[in-house]
């Protein structure tokens, strides 16, 4: 939001006439304005402000404010108080944007972490379940396991709840974002609902019984499964989305850089400079950079993107500003302008060619992914209806019938193909968003009654 917070107090043995910001931009007071801050007129207040709040302040410009305070003693004129000098500069758009790119990409990381410990957590649940089920009474460093799993997992929840709030923060509201966003939301009840059962064995730990503490530790591990799947499902669709909107806005910035290069061209020669080439070299060469970080944070995908990148013209654009820059330096300015032109043209020519390969390539994505799933809905079908005869043929099966161990190698067999059905729907979710919450509950209880 940009928004900067106030709590200020007044004194004055006279009272207060009034209260107002002064704000302008950084070094010119002379366009100084004045905005009226609410206070009462006694000897003694206490006030708020947020800054800019309404104030329509432009964005990429340097300001500077002060608060300034009026007593009420007309007799000497009105004296006035000031506060410390505050700055403040309105981000860009394209600044906002980065800002929150950067956000997602600390949260991602620190989620990557969470999702380790939750599988380290798996075991420990595992572990305990085991003990359980062995034991008739559990003794006290079994009881302390138990503790510190619990603990742990309370500590987990919350660390993942603040993670998955950071990432729904971005403003940018596209199909895939809100699409994301809705099973951020999901994911922060389903913790909720957790945390509610932690809290339920925290509290009857020492009360219940055996059989239920094994049902309650059953569920709790049922639970940590499907949060342990949706958080590698979210925390890969989010990686996705940044890898998307990082080419989005690198394709924009090439495409800008292409027009800043053909208007330096275009300015007066003692305006067109070698250092102002330079400048714009830097920027050419930090787009370079980026594009290779973002290509390295592709590849990391389980299911890596197309990212289009044309290297063929980058040297181009390289070539271009070397000899731009080399007869600027020569004071050649008409030479140089003839190589920005080319240059900034190639840019922009770039940066459309980029915008169009990953639209193209989204459409193809969605293209497979949705003959993948007509797929994997034609495969369940068949196994429902597999599953589905082998318990009525089971029903008229006697333990010591020859059938019995060959219906059972039938079973064994189904389990399996629900296994690579399973491992396709996981691989269709990690791209699409809307592969969600409800689907890995499901795909959890069959896989525990297949069991």
Known sequence: EQQRYFLGQVSDDYGFSKLQLVYYPKAQQDLKKASSVPV????????????????????????????????????????????????????????????????????????????????????????????????????????????????????????????????????????????????????????????????????????????????????????????????????????????????????????????????LAEKLEQQNTKQAQEKINEKFEKYKQELEELKKENEKLKSPMKLPQNKVGEKVVDSQQQQATQKLEKENKTGAKENQKKAGKKMQEMGQQMMMALSGSQGEQIEEDVAMLRQILDNLVVFSFRQEALMEDFKVSQYGNPLFGKRLNTQNDLKQNFQHIDDSLFSLSLRQPTIGQKINESVTQVHYNLK
């Open 40 to 263: 009462n007129k006694t000897n003694l207040d206490q006030f708020t402000y947020v800054f800019p709040g309404a104030l329509d302040l432009p964005q990429d410009v340097e300001y500077e404010y002060f608060f300034e305070i009026f007593d009420n003693d007309a007799v000497n004129a009105y004296k006035s108080s000031r506060s410390g000098y505050y700055s403040y500069r309105k981000l860009s758009q394209d600044e906002l944007q980065t800002q929150q790119l950067q956000n997602q990409e600390n949260a991602i990381k620190a989620l990557d972490a969470a999702l380790q410990e939750l599988k380290n957590q798996d075991k420990r649940l595992e572990e305990l379940e085991l003990i359980q089920k062995e034991k008739e009474q559990l003794n006290w460093n079994d009881k302390k396991k138990l503790e510190d799993v619990l603990r742990r997992q309370k500590e987990q929840e919350k660390m993942m709840q603040q993670f998955s709030k950071q990432l729904q923060e971005s403003k940018e509201k596209d199909l895939f974002k809100q699409q994301l966003e809705k099973r951020l939301k999901e994911n922060q009840e389903k913790l909720k609902e957790n945390e509610k059962l932690l809290q339920e064995l925290e509290e009857l730990q020492d009360k219940i019984t055996k059989e239920e503490l094994t049902e309650k530790l059953e569920k709790l591990a049922k639970k940590n499964k499907n949060q342990e799947k949706n958080l590698e499902q979210l925390i890969e669709l989010t990686k996705r989305y940044y890898v998307s909107k990082k080419s989005e806005k690198l394709s924009k910035e090439l495409f800008n850089l292409g027009v800043e290069q053909i208007k």
